[in-house]
């Protein structure tokens, strides 16, 4: 199984943006809009920030977007917070119809 | 829709492990085309792998590098979703979660608490 690549972390201050990009292939995040980012924090179920690539469920703040260029996508968080702190996921649909993520970033919010 | 996992949390080499998924409040057969019911597992220190899931007509699909160790079965009656994998070795170690999945779209919106599995080599 090949993991999409994300940086392992990042780290940013309160009110700052950061971003996270996942690399994969043609066969994954680069031939289908079918990105999704997960967030993981300690004690929380797994939330869905985005889906699509860009779009957001409705319960997600407008801080969180995401984006695609090429093989790979990212997830932009804007205005920082210390809630924002976990580990982050992406996950592409991948051809033969199977789902692939990505190894995690882990945000640290300073 | 909340899913409620359970199963053995410690294994031998060679065994097989086995988790069952009870969906509660709906969604399983209604809506019957919306979704799919999928496990992933993370291992301790690494990132989350998709294993496989299961739409309501029984339709499958397996991660290629789990395939002739997996199944994913479902009981309509009792609205569970199964996983089996074996002969497990001490790499099968790790948090497996149960989750729902939005047919269209591909994102997994509703997960289980997850189940964490120890195999002792």
């Known amino acids: 199984q090949s993991a999409l690549t994300q940086s392992a972390a990042v780290s940013g201050s309160p009110g700052q943006s950061i971003t996270i990009s996942c690399t994969g292939t043609t066969n994954d995040v680069g031939g289908h809009d079918l990105v999704t980012w997960y967030q993981f924090r300690p004690g929380k179920d797994p939330r869905v920030l985005i889906y699509e690539v860009n779009k957001r469920p409705s319960p997600v703040y407008g801080r969180f977007s995401g984006s695609k260029s090429g093989n790979t996508a990212s997830l932009t968080i804007s205005g920082l917070q210390a809630e924002d702190e976990g580990d982050y996921y992406c996950c592409s649909y991948s051809s033969g119809a199977i789902l692939v993520f990505g190894g995690g970033t882990k945000l640290t919010v300073l | 829709v909340q899913l409620e996992q359970w199963g053995a949390g410690l294994l031998n080499a060679s065994e097989t492990l086995s988790l069952t998924c009870a969906v509660y409040?709906?969604?399983?057969?209604?809506?019957?085309?919306?979704?799919?019911w999928s496990w992933v597992r993370q291992p301790p220190g690494k990132g989350l792998e998709w294993i496989g899931e299961?739409?309501?007509?029984?339709?499958?699909n397996y991660e290629p590098s789990f395939k002739g160790r997996v199944t994913i079965s479902l009981d309509m009656s009792r609205t569970q979703v199964s996983l089996s994998l074996g002969p497990v070795t001490a790499a099968d170690t790790a948090v497996y979660y149960c989750?729902?999945?939005?047919?269209?779209?591909?994102?997994?919106?509703?997960w289980g608490r997850g189940t964490t599995v120890t195999v002792a080599s």
């Open positions: 989750t729902k999945r939005v047919s269209i779209s591909y994102y997994m919106d509703v």
């Open positions: 409040g709906g969604g399983f057969g209604g809506s019957l085309s919306g979704f799919w």
């Open positions: 299961i739409n309501y007509r029984g339709v499958t």
